[in-house]
């Protein structure tokens, strides 16, 4: 309570202290504690001390040999730090350990660590520093890891939590909430350790949560693996979150495991660039002011993978928005909503033409994309692969696929159930040089405000060889503006048990279904199976032109406007005709 500070120890040997109290000082420290002038490393150990509402640092640790504080108290010191230790003037690592303890309220940093060692905080909080960072653990300058337990750092003055290390960064169970961002814009969290030569990585596991920070919630720079799990993300100024681990000369995955939330940030909801695997599992990615997810890994050649069940709904840009050099993985998604503000974007747009050789995109379980101003875009260099897929009121095409891009052909397969209604242009557009199958198609109302708004138009016409076109299951193309159905290809067309009624109001000549594989060097038949309807369409109703045989069934065509079914194979070689078949009841 005097004008200088409460306890000064300055010892050439080992510091070992108890039960201390040193509050109020107006001249000074609450305690300094400082051996590094003994001529061998010794040790400062504290257990259960309060340095609270000092006029500078509440405590001042300075040692060459290992530091263990613990129910350690600095709050409310009005010059300076709550707790600032530090034994990194050392050749030989030494650790610093603190357990228990709380740094807050103070006039700048909560608490300042510098050591070439090992750095631990379990049960550490740093909470409402008025001129700097919760905490800065920086052991950069040494080899040893940094370990964060159950600690939080909260609505600080300039970023929650910085870690920088020259080894591993773990944390369990991390909370930042609420910090603001000064100048040189700290984040809830930065976690750094992309040092020249470093190759660990960064894991964060527990329930982690970084919300309502000025700048991004958490961020994460690697030359190592990052693997985080369970991270609530929420309503940050910039970013949920940011993980860049390609400054490493070596690719390194980036994962992230369980389930994590990523909603109403100012920026992208959480935004990855890597070299390496990206996994994602279960992620909520909504209501952010850009995109929900952006994952970008084309500098490497590995995968993007997202399993489980993810939603990106109602962000500002793009739901999910990946570009990558290998292969993308997702099962379940759903992106609703996306990129009504800025008027561009899809629900998911995924990008893998960067590959080397043919690597598939595949979307697995139940996909629904609605209300975007693009729904699903594909453009791959392999094979598509989705099923289940519902995109719908769009404004602009429902699903647009395309690997025409593929050095050899690669198929685009639709299995399952697949809906494209009322989308402002096609409902379904799909361009390969490869096979495409679809199975059970629905394509209504499509093409609201574009005359080219085709149910689903499908072309493989530029193939080096034919490959068919088939649709399988019951189709259904009702109500587009266009044609219902068209498809070109220099292969065979088969469709089993298609209806296509009312379609061709925005051309006045629009046709149900127009099958065409009569282009140049085309090979191969045209077959309609099963039961098949054409009915009060603004053209044709079944238009069929071909080089090969063309086999109907089932057919029924009823009012439309033009003829009820117009079948022509006259581009069949002169040489080798080709029959025209109409079995059942026509």
Do not use: C
Not at 486 to 493: D, E, H, K, N, P
């Amino acid at each position: 309570d005097g004008t200088g500070s409460g306890l000064y120890v300055t010892s050439d040997g080992a510091i070992t202290l108890q039960d201390v109290v040193a509050i109020g000082n107006s001249g000074g420290f609450g305690a300094s504690l400082v051996n590094t002038t003994a001529a061998t490393a010794a040790k400062v150990t504290l257990t259960t001390g309060e340095f609270s509402d000092n006029s500078t640092y509440g405590l001042f640790v300075s040692s060459h040999g290992a530091i263990t504080l613990r129910e350690v108290t600095a709050e409310s010191n009005d010059g300076g730090y709550g707790a600032f230790v530090r034994n990194d003037g050392v050749t030989s690592p030494v650790a610093v350990s603190l357990t228990s303890s709380a740094f807050n309220g103070n006039d700048t940093f909560g608490l300042q660590v510098f050591s070439r060692g090992a750095i631990t905080l379990n049960a550490v909080e740093a909470i409402k520093n008025a001129g700097g960072n919760g905490a800065f653990l920086d052991n950069h300058t040494g080899a040893g890891a940094i370990s964060i337990t159950s600690s939080e750092f909260t609505a600080n003055f300039d970023g929650g939590l910085a870690a920088w290390s020259h080894g591993a960064i773990t944390a369990t169970d991390l909370t930042a909430v609420g910090n603001t961002a000064l100048g040189d814009g700290y984040n809830g969290v930065d976690l750094f350790n992309s040092y020249t030569g470093v190759t660990a990585g960064i894991t964060l596991t527990g329930i982690n949560i970084f919300t309502d920070n000025d700048a991004s919630g958490l961020v994460i720079t690697s030359n190592g693996a990052v693997k985080l799990a369970n991270v609530l993300a929420n309503a940050n100024e910039d970013r949920g979150l940011h993980v860049n681990n390609t400054p490493s000369d070596r690719a390194q995955p980036v994962t992230l495991s369980g389930s994590s939330t990523f909603k109403y940030n100012g920026g992208t909801g959480v935004a990855i660039d890597s070299d390496g695997k990206v996994s994602l599992s279960n992620i909520i990615a909504n209501a952010n002011g850009d995109a929900g997810a952006a994952i970008d890994n084309t500098t490497g050649t590995a995968d993007v993978v997202l399993t489980g069940a993810s939603t990106f709904n109602t962000n500002n840009t793009f739901g999910l928005y990946v570009r990558s050099a290998g292969a993308i993985k997702a099962s379940n998604l759903t992106a609703n909503d996306d990129g009504a503000l800025m008027g561009f974007g899809n629900g998911a747009y995924l990008n893998n033409t960067s590959a080397a050789s043919a690597r598939a995109v595949t979307l697995t379980g139940v996909n629904v994309f609605l209300r975007d101003p693009g729904g699903l875009h594909i453009t791959s260099n392999g094979a598509i692969s989705i099923s289940n897929l519902t995109a719908s009121d769009s404004s602009g095409v429902g699903a647009d696929l395309d690997n025409t891009t593929a050095v050899s052909a690669q198929k685009i397969t639709l299995s399952g159930t697949n809906v494209f209604d009322d989308n402002y242009s096609s409902g379904l557009a799909a361009r390969s040089d490869g096979a495409i199958t679809i199975n059970s198609l629905r394509a209504s109302r499509n093409g609201l405000l574009a005359a080219l708004g085709y149910g689903a138009d499908l072309d493989n016409s530029s193939a080096a060889t034919p490959q068919p076109v088939k649709l399988t299951g019951v189709s259904l193309v009702s109500g587009n503006n266009n044609d219902g159905l068209l498809i070109v290809s220099r292969g065979a067309i088969s469709v089993a048990s298609l209806t296509a009624t009312g379609n061709g109001a925005g051309t006045s000549s629009g046709r149900g279904a127009w099958l065409r594989n009569n282009v140049a060097d085309a090979a191969g038949a045209v077959s309609l199976s099963g039961t098949n309807v054409f009915s009060g369409n603004d053209g044709i109703g079944l238009y069929v032109q071909s080089v090969g045989a063309i086999q109907v069934s089932n057919a029924t065509a009823t009012s439309n406007e033009l003829q009820g079914i117009v079948l022509q194979n006259l581009d069949a070689p002169a040489a080798s005709p080709q029959n025209v078949t109409l079995t059942g009841t026509t």
